[in-house]
């Protein structure tokens, strides 16, 4: 344990001055800028219906975009990242010939790649809250109602659905991008994967077991049904566990060339 | 018996059909500095590889510092620094920042960090970014990094490669001082003897995977005889008397004839038995070998 403390401390601090740490931020405020883009556009024909809710508007609509499109290539991109400045330094061998075990190097990237996973889920929610007081402020939009209640009951279910969900993506990613030095490779696992999204996404049998629909469908109740719902968070939360025990045995145990 | 900081015994590796290291024995004394030689590709880097537990022998042992390395105990390197080909270094971090990773994985005291600087020389530069490093500057904290586990023994792949002769001439001074002051064997793989010769105790030659010599540098120099040049006016003929007279004649490139032969007592005795049997001698010299030819014949033999 205490090398895994060591390795984690080691990763935050190489995370310093690197564009995945930039990223942590700039992924989840473009999604909510782009909401607040629409918000102020269209603003006036969403007030049609009496049960519109500013907020829960923004958190869904925030929360989907984010699950469906922004989450699956965020985690390409940040996980390539993340091992890039591994990578690009030739770092693999120095750090696997220090007296740690090598696991210990492998579980700690799991964990930064969850973690910035989890922190920029939480950006994004304050980002969603944050552009709908933009708009407000603005005065561009006076017919909405900004008195409406703050739904915020409904965040902790959303952020731990689209995080948890999302770990089997987040561990598969993590050993792509730790097993193949090219950016190539990882782009292209989740290019991929991500417009097959598209295709399986209206399919209310296969959503739930497909790694990467699995962060959207678990915050999608009403769409696909709590059964589906849970299914979906299970698989994703269980299976990013074990595909990473695996992974780190996997690439712990390869000769370091 | 002696205690080793390195040992192998009939360590191997095989990348497919290719046996890049063969029954290979090392035997490296504490406080020495060893220089592991041998051409590109002869099995330097794949012999350090397996001696940091970074790459799997097919067979054989490793001892480090007396203790066995095993795929499942790594703890033997917990007293070994390593710098493996080109250096591991973060270019948006410092130079300390650098150091503080490393420090941060081996849970070594913070101090540490400081006087690691002061070793290699970099405190003043140690917190500018790594990417506006000279290339020996980069070496010199590559070496510092290995320094910060207070290792008793160091394994360098090849610490000079790309320098500058400036360069190359610091971090030898720098190696030079290990052992004596710091009490660290050092190991350290070249492909240039002349780049060991000035700081190694003892010599390890590797070619096609195999241990070709081990032992001190005068071993290495025993290993020179010398030999007589001598030009004359009729080669063929003065190579059927040399031979009748029971001389080893090693060659006779460019009319130059090579004469196994140990001194000038030699020298005289031959050119007299030249003369008399009318053959004019016009050059004689004693020569020897340098290391640098045993180097090459040591593992160049095997290409004729």
């Known amino acids: 344990m205490t090398y895994f403390i060591r390795a984690l401390s080691a990763e935050i601090l190489k995370l310093k001055r690197t564009l995945a740490l930039a990223m942590l931020f700039i992924a989840p405020l473009a999604v909510a800028l782009l909401n607040l883009l629409i918000l102020l556009r269209a603003g006036q024909s969403m007030v049609s219906g009496d049960d519109f809710n500013i907020w829960d508007w923004l958190l869904r609509n925030c929360a989907s975009m984010w699950g469906l499109l922004m989450l699956p290539l965020y985690v390409t991109l940040e996980t390539a990242l993340v091992s890039g400045v591994d990578h690009g330094s030739s770092a693999w061998k120095h750090l696997y010939a220090l007296p740690l075990p090598r696991w210990s190097i492998y579980m700690a990237k799991q964990v930064i790649n969850f973690g910035i996973v989890g922190l920029s889920t939480l950006i994004l929610v304050a980002g969603a809250l944050l552009s709908g007081l933009i708009v407000q402020a603005s005065g561009l939009q006076p017919a909405i109602d900004y008195s409406a209640p703050v739904p915020w009951d409904k965040i902790p279910s959303i952020v731990s659905g689209i995080f948890f969900a999302a770990w089997l993506i987040i561990a598969i990613h993590t050993w792509v991008s730790m097993r193949w030095r090219s950016f190539t490779v990882a782009s292209a696992v989740g290019i991929v994967a991500t417009v097959v999204n598209f295709v399986l996404l209206n399919s209310r049998e296969l959503a739930p077991y497909y790694p990467w629909t699995q962060p959207v469908v678990s915050i999608q109740h009403t769409l696909y049904g709590m059964t589906a719902t849970s299914v979906a968070l299970a698989i994703g939360f269980v299976g990013g566990v074990l595909f990473a025990l695996v992974a780190c045995w996997e690439v712990t145990r390869r000769d370091v060339l | ?304």
Request: net charge neutral; charged share 25%.
């Open chain 2, 1 to 304: 018996m002696q205690s080793l900081a390195i040992e192998t015994h009939q360590l191997s590796r095989r990348f497919g059909s290719i046996t890049a290291v063969n029954d290979v024995n090392l035997a490296v004394r504490r406080g020495a500095v060893y220089g592991f030689l041998g051409p590109n590709g002869a099995g330097k880097t794949t012999t350090i590889r397996m001696l940091l537990g970074l790459i799997q022998p097919n067979a054989g042992r490793i001892c480090l510092l007396d203790k066995p390395l095993r795929r499942n105990d790594r703890s033997p390197l917990r007293r070994v620094g390593a710098l493996v080909e080109a250096p591991s270094l973060y270019g948006h971090l410092t130079g300390r920042e650098n150091l503080e990773v490393t420090r941060r994985l081996l849970g070594a005291p913070r101090e540490q960090i400081s006087r690691v600087l002061d070793i290699v020389r970099l405190q003043d530069v140690a917190d500018r970014r790594v990417s506006q490093y000279s290339l020996g500057m980069k070496q010199r904290l590559a070496l510092a990094l290995t320094l910060l586990g207070e290792p008793e023994l160091l394994i360098l792949d090849e610490p000079t490669n790309g320098l500058d002769p400036a360069g190359i001439h610091e971090i030898r001074d720098l190696i030079r001082e290990f052992p004596r002051r710091y009490g660290i064997t050092v190991f350290l793989s070249s492909h240039l003897l002349s780049e060991v010769e000035q700081v190694a105790d003892a010599i390890g030659i590797i070619h096609r995977g195999r241990l070709m010599f081990q032992g001190s540098l005068d071993e290495l120099r025993a290993l020179r005889e010398p030999h007589l040049a001598v030009g004359v006016d009729q080669t063929e003929a003065a190579l059927g008397l040399l031979r009748e007279a029971g001389y080893v004649v090693q060659g006779s490139p460019n009319g130059v004839i090579h004469v196994d032969a140990n001194n000038a007592t030699d020298a005289a005795e031959l050119n007299r038995y030249l003369v008399t049997r009318g053959v004019a001698v016009h050059h004689l010299s004693l020569q020897q070998r340098s290391l640098e030819d045993i180097f090459l014949s040591l593992t160049g033999e095997s290409h004729a």
